[in-house]
């Protein structure tokens, strides 16, 4: 797999890309509105793009919260690429963008039916609260870096 990290405003080619997935996974299968897709975030994260022979296989974006705090989010899998353990090799590339970018902790609004996948790969829930995020059940989790 080819990891690509890049700004929005810096390779608008991977970000048409990205955005393409995105807005199938979440906008088409999960029926979140579009307009609450892309945002405000979108223009200052990092967003990575994961290809393979020039297929999107995932995508996701890292942002910064506050100091050394970090987010990490919109993790989608092209729908023929899930269950294959793809999200695990993708989220371990985004923890280490976060560790170069000196971060100290992710902080991620997970949904809530792949809790599971996340406690897999070292996040901890932290308040146990489900909530509502577009219309879809989340839970915060943590990752400690240090």
């Not at 793009?49 to 999107?56: I, M, R, T």
């Not at 294959?84 to 090799?89: D, F, M, V």
């Not at 599971?116 to 995020?133: I, Q, R, S």
Request: glycine share 6%; with cysteine.
């Amino acid at each position: 797999m080819k990891y690509i990290w890049f700004k929005k405003n810096e390779n608008s080619h991977a970000w048409e890309k990205a955005k393409e997935l995105r807005i199938q996974v979440f906008c088409v299968e999960q029926e979140v509105d579009t307009s609450l897709e892309i945002d405000e975030t979108d223009e200052t994260a990092w967003h990575l793009l994961v290809e393979e022979n020039d297929e999107v296989i995932g995508v996701g974006r890292i942002f910064v919260r506050k100091q050394k705090l970090y987010g990490l989010g919109r993790l989608a899998i092209n729908i023929k690429h899930r269950g294959k353990g793809l999200s695990a090799p993708i989220i371990k590339e985004m923890i280490e963008k976060v560790k170069e970018l000196n971060g100290e902790e992710i902080l991620i609004h997970a949904q809530a039916y792949i809790q599971k996948m996340y406690e897999k790969n070292g996040f901890k829930v932290t308040t146990g609260e489900v909530f509502d995020e577009d219309g879809i059940d989340h839970i915060e989790m943590i990752y400690k870096i240090v």
